[in-house]
């Protein structure tokens, strides 16, 4: 049986401690794709667990938190979750186990049992703050734009789901950095309004022209509704065609003509 001599003790004592494991912020954002203030605001909203703080400027999170933050984006943006429904989520699913069932619930086709209404009800504007993290005032500037609706319920004010629709992808233009820090305000999105309702007006004009007399309305609609699934990524691919080419012919800043 080896002896343990006071040297040896004395050495035992000086053991460096464990070094805690996680991940850094900027690799917690570069990950997830999420900013630094959407992080710090999950955190405060309890949707992330705090830090391990490991000096004075640096923290470290825990490797699960790519999951996480990538999973509460997802039940947002796809299943029109707030984030006060998200952290009920959360908690519920409990454990490493739990977050992976969560996960597998929402990567695939949406339950019949999750809870998600085909057609979403009005949102107040409070669960809109809650949702987004832009404040009312910032959402009366969007509203007198006109990029979106506020209507008044009782002494609420509400927004349809098209309208909820609208400031979910603004906030995530925001997330992704382009915010008044860079030179894009919200509002700014007024010109891809003004654009689209005299592009679908045509649009529309040309879908009655040319529908058939006596045509059951019923397929009508049905065939706007698949022309709609269809002609959005057209939309998108002429979008990004004109861009690159506009971006290879037109002179930029800072570019030799």
Known sequence: MCKVTPDTKHEEARLPEAEPSGIRIGELMKRSGVTRATVHHYVREGLLPEPVKTSRNM?????????RVLLIKSLQNNYRRSLAEVRELL???QGHEGLNRLKARVGAEIPADFGVDTEEAPLNVAAVVTRTGFPQEELEVFAKSGIIELRERGDDLILRDHDVAVIDALARLRDAGFSADVGFRPEDARIYLDALQDLLRQEVQ???K???AGEDPEELVA???RGI???TPLLLAFRHKVIREMIETLPLPGKPT
């Open 206 to 208: 040309i879908f009655l």
């Open 210 to 212: 040319r529908a058939k």
């Open 91 to 93: 908690a519920q699913a």
């Open 59 to 67: 923290a470290l999170y825990a490797p699960d938190c790519v999951d």
């Open 229 to 231: 699934k269809y002609v």
């Open 223 to 225: 065939r706007a509704e």
